[in-house]
């Protein structure tokens, strides 16, 4: 490596240093009671919609709010092998207070959503039965 080169590759280093220094001076990290919303200790700031589905306690210490899409593998996926165990875990017990909102991605997701908002609420208990779109096999398809 030549001198020249050497001596970029210094002021380099040194204008990294002095920008993650400059960087840590004027922007600090917060702490963690700055993190926590103030409207989190005075109580829950959320509202139930009609379009929502909930199980569990609405007294229950957790609330977990799920955003799932019908069309969504990967949601699909999370029903299959992860609801039923929270559900077991959590919600059966009074631990979480579980509520699903669809998260539209794609036209078909919001025929489904609309369709929905028709239909008499019932008992959930996986993607399946709150979307009634899901495909079993993680494709995404509508049914």
């Known amino acids: 490596m030549s001198r020249n080169q050497q001596i970029i590759a210094v002021v380099a280093v040194v204008i ?3 920008a993650a220094a400059g960087y840590y001076l004027f922007f600090p ?3 963690a009671s700055e993190a926590i919303p103030v409207s989190a200790a005075s109580g829950p700031s959320f ?5 929502d589905h909930t199980l569990g306690s609405p007294k229950a210490p957790i609330t977990l709010i799920e955003y799932a899409a019908p069309t969504c593998p990967h949601c699909g996926h999370f029903n299959e092998t992860v609801f039923p165990l ?5 919600i059966d017990t009074g ?3 579980y509520i699903f909102r669809v998260f539209p991605l794609h036209p078909p997701t919001e ?3 609309r369709w929905r908002t028709v239909c008499p609420k019932t008992p959930i208990s996986s993607l399946s039965t709150r979307c ?3 495909s079993p096999s993680g494709t995404g398809n509508i049914r």
């Not at 509202?47 to 379009?51: F, L």
């Open 111 to 113: 025929r489904s959503r």
């Open 86 to 90: 929270l559900k077991q875990s959590y």
């Open 47 to 51: 509202t139930i919609t009609a379009d």
């Open 95 to 97: 631990k979480v207070y």
């Open 132 to 134: 009634s779109a899901i």
């Open 16 to 18: 990294v240093l002095l």
């Open 29 to 31: 990290a917060n702490s």
